[in-house]
């Protein structure tokens, strides 16, 4: 009686257990579901911030100023020039290149990049950057800037809402 009693109350609690561990386990499957839609909702609030420092692979980067260009060898065609500070916080050395990034359009239609004097260098550890990323507008902003680092696969977004006009009609409004 008393072997019954026992082997009642231990299964009374290994079914308990079970069930209080299923519950954790399905919660962990949810939170995973869910997981990239809650990252993803951050980063489509901060992406706003043009000028902020974002880290991808260790390395802090920022676009400064977004400048449209006169295309040099296509009349009416512009060039998107993306001013770009990178800082590498890690004690190895690492790669920054702006043929890592891809711009996108409103229509999400993605620009090719300007064969210009576009950033790309090894960074020291502890030391910054500044270059720039070129690339032919075509239809209209905002425009959609994501770096992904080729070793690690861990990207960033900005979103450039604003677009500073240097081309010689802008001049000539002013």
Not at 21 to 36: I, M, V
């Amino acid at each position: 009686m008393f072997i019954t009693r026992r082997f009642r109350s231990i299964s009374i609690s290994i079914l308990a257990l079970s069930l209080f561990l299923t519950g954790c386990t399905s919660a962990e499957k949810d939170e995973q579901k869910d997981g990239p839609k809650v990252i993803q909702k951050q980063k489509d609030s901060s992406a706003k911030d043009e000028g902020q420092e974002k880290d991808v692979s260790g390395v802090g980067i920022q676009i400064e100023k977004a400048m449209q260009l006169e295309h040099p060898e296509k009349k009416g065609k512009k060039v998107l020039q993306l001013q770009l500070k990178a800082t590498n916080k890690t004690a190895e050395e690492r790669h920054v290149d702006a043929f890592e990034m891809s711009v996108w359009n409103q229509e999400n239609k993605k620009l090719s990049i300007y064969p210009g004097d576009n950033l790309g260098t090894k960074l020291a550890p502890g030391k910054s950057v500044k270059g720039n990323g070129y690339y032919v507008i075509e239809g209209k902003g905002p425009f959609k800037v994501q770096y992904e680092n080729t070793d690690t696969k861990e990207k960033q977004e900005w979103t450039i809402n604003k677009v500073t006009d240097m081309t010689a009609e802008a001049t000539e409004k002013k």
